[in-house]
């Protein structure tokens, strides 16, 4: 997998429009991918075991490296949504149970993330799809065809 942008609808989007779309829809997916992974094994790990002082230390650290991480890797719109998200954790403060529920949103808003990134692909491949039956559609009714001989017809 490269380093593609994810662009929703871009092909449906008027040339001047296009520039700015490919800016504010932004995703370096396979860094992105590689985050969620580790943020889920991370959460599977936390489920399953306690959390000494050492470890809650250790599991902030990991949540606000992934955070800083992914603000290199969103689009403008999905950095601010983060930033409205996910407020800092205060590593002296933070129980386990909230680390856990920390870790637990970060993967659902991934999760989320991935939905909406697959729903746009389908999405795009729809209108294309559309796009080109209706580029045959119009090679068909194509304009100047006046005589029948030149219509199509029924071949035998």
Partial sequence: MTDQPIEPDAELVGEGDEQKERQGSYVSAPKLMRIASMTRALLDEV????????????????????????????????????????????????????????????????????????????????????????????AIEAPGRTRPSEAPGQYL
Avoid: C, K, Y
């Fill in 47 to 138: 489920r399953q075991s306690d959390l000494d002082e050492p470890g809650r230390r250790r599991l902030v650290e990991i949540h606000e490296r992934s955070l800083e991480e992914m603000q290199d890797v969103l689009s403008d719109d999905l950095r601010q949504e983060l930033d409205d998200m996910f407020q800092p954790i205060d590593e002296a403060t933070a129980s386990e149970s909230e680390l856990r529920l920390v870790q637990a949103q970060l993967v659902g808003w991934l999760e989320g993330l991935f939905a909406g990134i697959q729903a746009t692909l389908v999405s795009q491949q729809v209108a294309a799809a559309n796009q080109l039956q209706q580029m045959r559609t119009r």
